[in-house]
């Protein structure tokens, strides 16, 4: 009986022995893996292979913690149950507590448990059962603190595993958590390195374009290739500042996504892109299924898109459109990536504000030129009528001169006119007296004498009068002689001041236009 007994217990013994050899083999080799893993995804596929072949489980799988819906998701899984319990799987979520994920997240602890059909909050067990499934296992993921998510493990026959393997499989979860901590660090650094590449080269690009639509596409296909998402596009605030309307595209998410975005308009506030205009800064959705208000919704969702992200583009202080990118797979946005997205939208607010200005001074150059060029030809038309006006001076001048001349001769005729009429009277006075001496016959001849002397004494006041007004035409005319001078002086002036406006004025149409070119 003692032989027997010992016996048993050296089987026990060499049954435990083996177990903790295999156990260390298997802890050996996972961590090897998990060291060598070069991504999450590398890493959750390897730990769920190795911990079926290792420890004799059937099927295994991965759930992720969704944040947004505080809910465990499928997403990786390796072996095989059957079509409808793969089915259930992938259509399951479990909240913290719920199910035997759930148990794991909430207890922060490894849960094994013997019959999964125990588990009535399971909406896997049902099915599980009918496909034969019997035991189950499940672990936590942590990653500074926090549970990430969790691998379970199932059975087709009914377990009892030791405490020993209990604890291994604890320190599998352990390994796979650090690997996975070590290996979404490495992401998220090589996102970082991606993103600081992505901005400089939208900087490096936003420099170089040369116009307003050149600044737009090129950004827009920059930031969708190099932030790697699939579909990108611009939305432009209308004129009325009342709606946003779809401009511009990038990439491919199918056809009726992309008819339903040509024909969409968003007011602010609703949709994506209303959302980012109403909050005036970066939005993102893990799924894009959760905007109700959306009417690109339903498109994208049968085209397979997932997450979202908007960016509200400002020139001025003023937002002018939007921009907005789409995944086909569920992302997490880090604070870094987001600060970058948010440094391109400056970048390209930034551009288009420097073409806005640069247009503005297009705009105000063409005015002036506009404006330099009637005052050019104002200039040239009060040119033209200054010479017209010398012209004139000089002929005035001349016709004074030669009414100054006139003047000069009719004085001479005026003296002329005097001296006969002196001689007349002299004439005159001789006959009357001669007449005098001659008595009765002499009567007739005295009365011809005295008129004559009387026309006589008026042709001399008269040309006395004529010689009075000549002398006054002549000093109004050397006033006007005078006067006609100083305004020849003063058109040679304007007409030497407009030559040099005009050589101005030349010059400044010669600088604004090679400013403006």
């Known amino acids: 009986m003692f032989g027997s007994s010992k016996r048993g217990v050296a089987e026990r013994l060499d049954a435990d022995l083996a177990e903790a050899r295999a156990d260390v083999r298997a802890i050996t080799t996972i961590m090897r893996k998990m060291e060598s893993a070069t991504s999450p995804a590398e890493a959750i596929d390897t730990a769920l292979q190795l911990v079926r072949e290792l420890f004799g489980w059937a099927y295994g799988s991965y759930w992720q913690l969704d944040r947004g819906a505080a809910v465990l998701r499928f997403a990786q899984e390796s072996g095989s149950v059957n079509d409808d319990f793969r089915r259930v799987t992938m259509e399951a979520s479990f909240a913290e507590g719920v199910g035997l994920s759930g148990r794991a997240w909430r207890s922060r602890d490894l849960v094994f448990v013997r019959d999964l059909a125990e588990l009535t909050d399971c909406v896997r067990a049902p099915v599980a059962s009918r496909a034969g499934v019997r035991s189950g296992v499940c672990f936590p993921l942590v990653e500074d603190g926090r549970v990430v998510g969790t691998l379970d493990f199932f059975a087709m026959e009914e377990l009892d595993p030791s405490e020993g393997r209990l604890s291994v499989l604890r320190s599998v979860g352990q390994l796979v958590s650090g690997a996975m901590a070590r290996l979404h660090e490495a992401v998220r650094q090589e996102k970082a390195a991606q993103d600081v590449e992505a901005v400089s080269t939208v900087i490096r690009k936003m420099t170089q374009v040369k116009s307003r639509d050149e600044a737009l596409r090129v950004a827009l296909e920059t930031i969708r290739a190099d932030f790697d998402w699939q579909y990108g596009s611009f939305w432009q605030l209308n004129d009325a500042g009342s709606e946003l309307r779809f401009a511009l595209e990038s990439g491919d998410a199918g056809a009726e996504f992309r008819r339903v975005t040509m024909s969409a308009s968003f007011a602010k506030g609703v949709g994506l892109s209303g959302r980012a205009w109403a909050r005036g800064d970066l939005v993102f959705v893990e799924d894009l299924g959760e905007l109700t208000d959306c009417v690109r919704r339903p498109a994208a969702q049968a085209a397979g898109v997932k997450s979202g992200v908007c960016l509200p583009i400002l020139v001025g202080g003023q937002i002018v459109g939007t921009m907005d990118f789409f995944a086909t797979r569920t992302l997490i946005m880090y604070p870094g990536r987001e600060s970058a997205l948010r440094n391109t939208a400056f970048l390209v607010g930034q551009a288009l504000e420097r073409f806005a200005s640069t247009e503005q001074l297009h705009h105000a150059g063409r ?63 001789n006959a009357t007296i001669e007449a005098a001496r001659a008595g009765e016959a002499g009567k007739g001849f005295a009365v011809v004498a005295g008129e004559v002397k009387e026309l006589s004494s008026e042709t001399e006041r008269a040309t006395t009068e004529v010689s009075s007004k000549v002398s006054t035409i002549q000093a109004r005319v050397d006033a006007v002689t005078a006067s006609l001078s100083e305004i020849h002086t003063a058109v040679e002036e304007i007409n030497e001041t407009q030559k040099l406006i005009g050589g101005v004025l030349a010059d400044q149409i010669a600088v604004t236009g090679a400013l403006l070119n």
């Not at 060029?373 to 005035?396: C, F, H, I, K």
């Open 367 to 429: 005015t002036l030129l506009d404006s330099i060029g009637d005052v050019q030809r104002n200039v040239t038309s009060a040119a033209t009528v200054a010479a017209r006006s010398e012209q004139l001076t000089e002929e005035a001048n001349q016709q004074v001169a030669a009414l100054g001349q006139a003047s000069a001769e009719i004085n001479e005729v005026v003296r002329s006119i005097q001296a006969i009429a002196a001689q007349t009277n002299l004439l005159a006075l």
